[in-house]
Nanobody, 120 residues
Framework: QVQLVESGGGLVQPGGSLRLSCAASGRNFWVSDMGWHRQAPGKQRELVAT???????KYGDSVKGRFTISRDNAKNTVYLQMNNLKPEDTAVYYC??????????????WGQGTQVTVSS
């Protein structure tokens, strides 16, 4: 039904910036909370940022002050602006959304993940 399609990952030098996008596509749904998680090699998946449907945001301590999450409700799209990237930000980044189908129970949907590599 609903798919999350991510884009914007890639290779960037330390101190650089990237913007990730994730759009929820499908029919007969709306989206409540959205967010980003990441998983580095050998590490547990961790929360990066979340944003509610009204625009309230929360950030993981490791990215606070450097990353900004935003959303476009009309496009069912969530963004993650990543500035001052550090090598420790290298991870697979996953977007997720609390999807509210019109005629079924809420679903916690996840994207396929996009690789972000911060290296010289």
């Amino acid at each position: 039904q609903v798919q999350l399609v991510e884009s914007g990952g890639g290779l960037v030098q330390p101190g650089g910036s990237l913007r990730l996008s994730c759009a929820a596509s499908g029919r007969n749904f709306w989206v409540s909370d959205m967010g980003w998680h990441r998983q580095a090699p050998g590490k547990q998946r961790e929360l990066v940022a979340t944003i509610t449907s009204s625009g309230r945001t929360k950030y993981g301590d490791s990215v606070k002050g450097r990353f900004t999450i935003s959303r476009d409700n009309a496009k069912n799209t969530v963004y993650l602006q990543m500035n001052n990237l550090k090598p420790e930000d290298t991870a697979v980044y996953y977007c997720n959304a609390d999807v509210r189908p019109w005629h079924s129970d809420p679903q916690d949907s996840w994207g396929q993940g996009t690789q972000v590599t911060v290296s010289s």
